[in-house]
């Protein structure tokens, strides 16, 4: 079993930046991957970037590619993911999910999820 927990969300202002975090806990053989994904109100949740947990090759959208950076600490067993130059359409809760066999944007690649933590941009 696997759990993944979210920290770090907040509010801030256009061109702000965050740093939000995943902890990641329990059985890590199981996990080749973990990924970021956002859901915003009313929209269907959305790939943001990912990375594979022992190699840390790392893969982006478009929308994230040169705004935000995936990242790990595999002593502390935590996903960073941090976001530079945020817009008011990255508000959204943002969740880190796990998956067991690739790296991939689509959610239902992913077995494992946290509960999400919400950040909000505003002009």
């Known amino acids: 079993q696997v759990r993944l927990h979210e920290s770090g969300g907040g509010s801030v202002q256009l061109g702000g930046s965050l740093n939000i975090s995943c902890k990641v806990s329990g059985d890590l053989s199981t996990v080749f991957a973990v990924g970021w994904f956002r859901r915003a109100p009313g929209q269907e949740r959305e790939f943001v970037a990912a990375l594979t947990w022992y190699a840390g090759h790392t893969y982006y959208s478009d929308s994230a590619l040169d705004r935000f950076t995936v990242s790990r600490d595999k002593e502390k067993y935590i996903v960073y993911l941090q976001m530079n130059n945020l817009k008011p359409d990255d508000t959204a809760v943002y969740y880190c999910?796990?998956?067991?066999?690739?790296?991939?944007?689509?959610?239902?690649?992913?077995?494992?999820w946290g509960q999400g933590t919400q950040v909000t941009v505003s002009w």
């Open positions: 999910a796990a998956a067991p066999h690739s790296m991939t944007e689509v959610p239902g690649d992913y077995n494992h």
